[in-house]
């Protein structure tokens, strides 16, 4: 678990395709590697990733097919700047919000402008996780943890302020940059409580038709 608050920018250094997957090579930069070991988790750019070597200056780690297919790995080059955070410990302090590092979806980045010393970028998420985003709920854009200000459809803005804004790959976004964005875990969890027993149904899912059976839409 992560808590979305980056802790270093790194930077890809190698891509080796591996038999139809990738393995990457990651320098970390200032992140503090004392104490993590093999096997342990750090959050890039919002993908939990598993550390399978150490070479001293940052990590390796493997990219499953699965993760190729549903996040924005498969596009990244080497020179690449990465968002990097280790794992969540018992003492660390949760600034953010709970973050698994599984991301569920890539979105758009469609407009960028700047606002007094903020800058507000507005995103596109893709339509089935447009449910689980809300108005000053939480999201995680490339591990980021941040606040939506606005909502429209499957639209959203953030409002990034200078620190953040320096100390993340979002310095780099314009139009057209593609992200790992990873909604509340409580929202998704909300879901599947919704539906009961019928969660154990094959395609089973909240619509219109389950919220007026259960008292939910009363139109």
Known sequence: MF???VEALGEIVAVQPRGGDVRLRVKTGNLDLHGVQLGDSIATSGVCLTVVALPGDGYWADVSVETLDHTTVGNWKVGQAVNLERALTPQARLGGHIVSGHVDGVGTVLSRHGDARSERFRLRAPP????????????????ISL???AVDGAEFE???????????????????TTVNLEVDVIARYLERLLLGDKAAESGSAINLDFLAQHGFDRR
């Open 3 to 5: 808590t979305g608050i």
């Open 128 to 143: 089935p996780l447009a449910r689980y985003i809300a108005h000053k709920g939480s999201i995680t854009v490339d591990g």
């Open 147 to 149: 606040t939506v200000n």
């Open 158 to 176: 953030l409002n990034i302020v200078p620190h953040t804004l320096a100390n993340t790959v979002m310095s780099e976004y314009a139009v057209g």
